[in-house]
């Protein structure tokens, strides 16, 4: 009976001795990181962080109709490109007069093409970012995909012609194919 005892009175002295010789997880308090920085590094890591979100802001080109577009094609400058985003299979079927084609999958890759090799490849010479440049395609999307890849890419001077192919088809009295 004794040793009965003596084991129940053990068992029951365990667990208090156990929490009091492990070291508490709730003691550990972890301190806030400082960064130290100079006004000028503060400066310019504020002005990188507002070109990234710039750059990653949702924006809309600003939309050009077929009124607007009519003219530009009837009288094209070197100042502004109209570039058609379709694939060449598709500029077959026709394009709007003056266009030149830069297809939608290949052009971030050309953006980053030299001037000389942009129109070894494409046969036209490369925009330059401060130049006007209007994009289409078939419908609008990918007009509109190709104003945000320019805009990314440095381009500002942006107009996206939503109506694209296939408005200009409607409007000028032609049959697409």
């Not at 508490?24 to 962080?49: C, G, I, N």
């Not at 030299?114 to 970012?129: L, Q, S, V």
Request: some cysteine; overall charge positive; glycine content about 4%.
């Amino acid at each position: 009976m004794l040793r009965i005892g003596i084991l129940r009175a053990s068992s029951l002295a365990r667990p208090a001795l156990r929490s009091a010789t492990r070291p508490s997880l709730m003691r550990f308090q972890p301190q806030p990181f400082v960064r130290f920085e100079s006004d000028d590094a503060k400066a310019q890591r504020r002005a990188a962080l507002d070109a990234k979100d710039d750059l990653q802001r949702d924006w809309d080109a600003k939309v050009l109709t077929y009124e607007e577009l009519k003219p530009k094609t009837l009288q094209p400058t070197s100042d502004s490109y109209l570039i058609d985003v379709r694939e060449p299979d598709e500029v077959l079927q026709g394009a709007i007069p003056s266009s030149v084609n830069l297809p939608l999958s290949t052009l971030a890759s050309a953006l980053h093409l030299g001037p000389e090799e942009f129109k070894a490849t494409y046969g036209f010479d490369k925009p330059k970012p401060e130049q006007e440049v209007t994009f289409y395609c078939r419908s609008g999307k990918r007009s509109t995909s190709a104003s945000d890849i320019a805009k990314r890419n440095g381009y500002k001077n942006i107009l996206n012609y939503t109506g694209s192919w296939l408005d200009w088809v409607e409007r000028e009295g032609k049959k697409s194919a």
